[in-house]
Antibody, heavy 114, light 107 residues
Framework: EVQLVESGGGLVQPGESLRLSCAASGFTLSDYNFNWVRQAPGKGLEWVSFITTTGTIYYADSVKGRFTISRDNARNSLYLQMNSLRDEDTAVYYC????????WGQGTLVTVSS | DIQMTQSPSSLSASVGDRVTITCRASQGINNYLAWFQQKPGKAPKSLIFVASSLQSGVPSRFSGSGSGTEFTLTIASLQPEDFATYYCQQYNSSPFTFGPGTRVDIK
C-alpha cells in the first residue's frame, strides 16, 4: 500500500526555520516526481514546490529563496526546508506523489506566529 | 503564470443529480489538468489526470473532459459521499496553479 507520512510541523516565530519530512512506503521513492502543496486555514490549495526524479526543481514565487525541496532516495524520504518563515506561511503542508498527484500524505500543520 | 478559474464557486445539488464543474486556464495547458476532491479536515483525494483519465479506484460516475483552455468535471449521479470541494490544477508549466475550488453541498 502506498503511504506518505509528513512530519516536522509545529509552532514557530516569524523568521525561524522548520524542516518538513515526507516518509514514503509501499513504493520506491526514486521512481517518482513529488510536490509540496499547502493550505492556509479556511483557504484553497496552493502549490509550493516540485522535484523530479532527476533533480529538476521548481518553486512558487511566494517561497522562492526561502524554501528548499530535496529528496533522499536511500531513506525513501522527501524534505522541505523552510527558512525565514512568515505569518502567511501558516498552513497545512501536504506532500504528493507524481507530477499529477495520485497519492497524498495526511498533512502537517505549520503555524508561524509571535 | 497560468491562471486557473472555476465556475461555479459553489453549488447546491441533490443526491442523484448530474453535476458539472468548469475549469478554465488563462492559456493552453496541453491537457495537463488534474481534478481533486477535498472534504473538511482531510487531505485532498486525486480524481482525474491528463484531463480525462481516472485515477485508480475512483468511481466511474466521475469523468473529465475538455481541451485547450476549458475543462469540465462531471459527476453523473451525485452520491452522499460526493459532497465536498473540488479543485482543478494545471501541471503544464511552473507554477502548477490550482483553481480556487468549487464547493458542492446538499440542496
Amino acid at each position: 500500500e502506498v503511504q506518505l507520512v509528513e512530519s516536522g510541523g509545529g509552532l514557530v516565530q516569524p523568521g525561524e526555520s522548520l524542516r518538513l519530512s515526507c516518509a514514503a512506503s509501499g513504493f520506491t521513492l526514486s521512481d517518482y516526481n513529488f510536490n509540496w502543496v499547502r493550505q492556509a486555514p479556511g483557504k484553497g490549495l496552493e502549490w509550493v514546490s516540485f522535484i523530479t526524479t532527476t533533480g529538476t526543481i521548481y518553486y512558487a514565487d511566494s517561497v522562492k529563496g526561502r524554501f528548499t525541496i530535496s529528496r533522499d532516495n536511500a531513506r525513501n524520504s522527501l524534505y522541505l526546508q523552510m527558512n525565514s518563515l512568515r505569518d502567511e506561511d501558516t498552513a497545512v503542508y501536504y506532500c504528493g506523489r507524481g507530477t499529477a498527484v495520485s497519492h497524498w500524505g495526511q498533512g502537517t500543520l505549520v503555524t508561524v506566529s509571535s | 503564470d497560468i491562471q486557473m478559474t472555476q465556475s461555479p464557486s459553489s453549488l447546491s445539488a441533490s443526491v442523484g443529480d448530474r453535476v458539472t464543474i468548469t475549469c478554465r486556464a488563462s492559456q493552453g495547458i496541453n491537457n495537463y489538468l488534474a481534478w481533486f476532491q477535498q472534504k473538511p479536515g482531510k487531505a485532498p483525494k486525486s480524481l482525474i489526470f491528463v484531463a480525462s483519465s481516472l485515477q485508480s479506484g475512483v468511481p466511474s460516475r466521475f469523468s473529465g473532459s475538455g481541451s485547450g483552455t476549458e475543462f469540465t468535471l462531471t459527476i453523473a449521479s451525485l452520491q452522499p459521499e460526493d459532497f465536498a470541494t473540488y479543485y482543478c490544477q494545471q501541471y503544464n508549466s511552473s507554477p502548477f496553479t490550482f483553481g480556487p475550488g468549487t464547493r458542492v453541498d446538499i440542496k
